[in-house]
């Protein structure tokens, strides 16, 4: 089934996206996991362990982490590694990857946007859409995972950073905007 060869991944960032992220990729690759927030009674690796073992990582934190997490993952990470944001923005995460790891010629970056959650792949991810772009570095990886992800039943959309915000503003301001007007109209069910 997999279109990549079972490779050792990091995720960085436990949480629900994370815990579904680690449970998609697990059956296919050698999963390691660690957090940014401590949880009683949860044990993770070290990011530099982490980042020593694994020669893919998704950074899946919150966008208010991406900066500090991949400044200090910097130093550890393995010549050849794949580093892929999951964040449902953009250009900010994209800067910060080209920005912080720009220099390294030997690592590729990918942004993606995985377009569902927990909630919404809770049945299986067929069909649901994931938007990707390669930053920098290998365009046989980057070739390698996408079809990985199609192999997995998402859908993958190729789209730039600055034109993927610019669509998602627009469809979220609607909808925010709706969801207020609603709110205010203090609807009670009839």
């Known amino acids: 089934m997999t279109a990549v060869e079972p490779r050792d991944v990091g995720i960085i960032g436990y949480g629900r996206f994370g815990r579904l992220w680690a449970d998609l990729l697990a059956p296919h690759h ?37 900066e500090r ?22 250009v900010h995460p994209a800067n910060v990857l080209t920005t912080v790891l720009g220099d390294r010629s ?11 959650g927990p909630d919404s792949a809770a049945h299986g991810v067929q069909g649901l859409p994931m938007v990707v772009w390669r930053l920098r570095g290998g365009e046989r990886v980057y070739a390698e995972w996408t079809a990985f992800f199609r192999a997995l039943g998402i859908r993958t959309v190729e789209m730039e950073p600055a ?6 503003g627009y469809s979220q301001g609607i909808t925010h905007y709706i969801g207020r007007v609603l709110d205010r109209l203090d609807l009670h069910a009839t």
């Not at 034109?163 to 998602?168: F, Q």
């Open 30 to 66: 050698h999963v390691r996991v660690t957090d940014t927030i401590v949880v009683p009674g949860e044990r993770y690796l070290p990011l530099a362990e982490l980042c020593g073992h694994a020669r893919v990582i998704f950074l899946c934190v919150p966008i208010n982490q991406v």
């Open 69 to 90: 997490v991949v400044a200090e993952i910097a130093p550890y990470l393995q010549v050849g590694t794949a580093v892929f944001d999951t964040c449902s923005v953009k």
């Open 106 to 116: 030997d690592l590729t970056l990918i942004a993606t946007h995985p377009m569902f």
């Open 163 to 168: 034109e993927h915000d610019r669509m998602a």
